[in-house]
């Protein structure tokens, strides 16, 4: 393709005030609208064309493997247009995939947006130019300061709209997108090892209860099972599979089961049990019955029991305990889900019956890109914050835990575990919210 260049020298000075003093041109309000497009990031400074030079090198010096990144160019009619890459910036000569990629330009405060058409072919890491994105804006082209155009390859745009067609740079500019963390959390091997040991250690304050009791309610397919499996599996060293999970329309849980783990093939028991229940389901007449559901939670229900969901439970059935001590009980009830599940019918009864609740917000992988690539950007992933799963339950965002269960991994991940382990440290501390009400309450238990 002929490129359309047009030569402007810039005297170039990179004292070291000038280092230090590296002012953005962005103005406050133009990096607040970037990064509402972005989620809970800021924008970092690295490569101000004015100071360390209108050349790829000086460019690919300040910015390469750094990323996600925006960059900007700047004219002398006023324009300010750019694009955004989540992919590291490179000397390679080859294109680059980018499904996220797009082109921007602001008209007065609002930003318009030109999404990538051609994501195999988003950016080219040109060694003798600065960003280059596909074939359609390059900033600091061929070493020069001037920006290279042809809307249609691999983005669609107007000329005139993204930059009035005045292709000289007065500045340039590309700013690191650095995620802001909702929740703080440490990715190191030895938090892993401090949750394991305070798991291990933990003691019920009601001496008359041995284990934490938490119940799993969801939808059939959030991963109630899987849960119990990644824990399980944790604690055993390698990833295991002893509660039936997969994927499947029905509840491929048909039992009401009570799981209880080891620290260890040959461990003492840890002091909490995963109550698995079947899955609920929207049809009358299939997956678990609310009624079923308050049975449990009062403790009245055996393990192994068979779920009817024509017909729930009654207190002469075989096995049904009549008067079941706080042991038998539900201390906790943590809510898994996925994306679109309502759980409200259930949170209210539960509700008037004073038991702590949380949310696992399970398969967050899945539900944004950035925490796929890296399980530690889950507190940085604005998409995973704002699914509105608290607004839509009714519990505040302290109480929603996003997890990744193990589904068709063979070995343990660091910060898998970490996620994992937190969610239970949490459920142990719902359940001394429980037991200080009992122990509180003129109305005790036995």
């Not at 998409?383 to 343990?412: D, F, H, Q, T």
């Amino acid at each position: 393709m002929r490129r359309r260049q047009i030569t402007i020298k810039h005297p170039i000075h990179t004292s070291a005030d000038q280092l230090s003093t590296m002012n953005s041109m962005l103005s406050s309000t133009q990096q607040r609208t970037i990064c509402s497009q972005l989620g809970r990031v800021k924008l970092q400074l690295l490569y101000k064309a004015s100071i360390h030079g209108f050349t790829g090198a000086a460019f690919h010096e300040r910015c390469d493997t750094r990323s996600p990144t925006v960059s900007v160019g700047y004219n002398n009619s006023g324009y300010v247009f750019g694009g955004y890459t989540k992919q590291p910036f490179t000397k390679s000569g080859n294109y680059v995939h980018d499904d996220q990629a797009f082109l921007f330009t602001f008209s007065g405060e609002k930003l318009l947006k030109y999404p990538v058409t051609g994501p195999a072919y988003a950016v080219y890491m040109d060694p003798n130019s600065g960003p280059y994105f596909g074939g359609a804006l390059v900033l600091v082209n061929g070493n020069q300061a001037v920006v290279y155009s042809s809307p249609g390859n691999y983005y669609n745009f107007n000329a005139a709209e993204m930059h009035g067609n005045n292709l000289n740079l007065t500045e340039c500019e590309v700013y690191q997108v650095e995620g802001k963390p909702w929740r703080t959390i440490i990715w190191e091997s030895e938090k892993r090892k401090e949750l394991i040991e305070s798991i291990k250690t933990y003691k019920p304050i009601v001496n008359s209860v041995p284990q934490v009791r938490v119940l799993l309610i969801g939808p059939v397919g959030a991963g109630k099972s899987s849960f119990f499996n990644s824990i399980n599996s944790v604690f055993r060293g390698h990833v295991t599979s002893q509660a039936i999970a997969g994927s499947s329309t029905t509840s491929l849980t048909t039992q009401f089961r009570t799981y209880s783990m080891k620290a260890g093939r040959e461990g003492k028991p840890l002091p909490i049990i995963l109550c698995d229940t079947m899955g609920l389901e929207e049809s009358t007449g299939a997956g678990l019955d609310i009624d079923d559901i308050i049975s449990i939670l009062k403790g009245h229900l055996p393990d192994r029991y068979q779920f009817n969901p024509s017909a729930p439970l009654h207190s002469e059935a075989h096995g049904y305990h009549k008067s079941p001590g706080i042991k038998d009980k539900v201390h906790c009830v943590a809510y898994v889900i996925d994306l679109e599940e309502k759980l409200d019918a259930i949170r209210r009864k539960i509700n008037l019956m004073g038991i702590p609740q949380l949310i696992l917000f399970t398969k967050v992988d899945e539900a944004c890109p950035l925490v796929k690539e890296d399980m530690r950007n889950v507190y940085k992933s604005s998409y995973i914050k704002e699914m509105e799963v608290s607004a839509r339950l009714g519990v505040p965002l302290s109480c929603v835990i996003p997890v990744k269960n193990y589904s068709e991994e063979l070995e343990l991940d660091l910060n898998c575990d970490i996620l994992l382990l937190s969610a239970v440290i949490q459920m142990l501390r719902f359940a001394d919210n429980y037991f200080d009400e009992i122990i509180n309450s003129p109305y005790q238990d036995n």
